[in-house]
């Protein structure tokens, strides 16, 4: 199975809700442990990398595309 790929300032959704409601999160910092805060409440979370992939579900927005297109002069 292919490893998903994410990046820090990416907003991932996770399989399991944070008790405020949302399973959104946003990934800000990124070593051996994985830092992420919540979308919806702001409060953030250390956990480690493999607790974190296994519990990652998709990504859904990545910060290094959106740049890249906001970025693109063939793209006013």
């Known amino acids: 199975m292919e490893r998903k790929q ?3 300032w990416d907003v991932v959704q996770m399989k399991k809700p ?3 409601g949302t399973n959104e999160m ?3 910092r990124m070593g051996m442990d994985i830092r992420i ?3 919806g409440c702001q ?3 250390l956990i480690p ?3 974190f992939e296994k519990n990652l579900k998709k990504v859904l927005r990545n910060t290094k595309r959106q ?3 906001a970025g ?4 006013s």
Request: glycine residues 0%; negative net charge.
């Open 18 to 20: 944070h008790p405020c």
């Open 72 to 75: 693109d002069p063939t793209n």
């Open 49 to 51: 990398r493999s607790k």
């Open 6 to 8: 994410f990046e820090l």
């Open 67 to 69: 740049d890249e297109v």
């Open 37 to 39: 805060k919540c979308v």
């Open 26 to 28: 946003e990934i800000i």
């Open 43 to 45: 409060h953030s979370v």
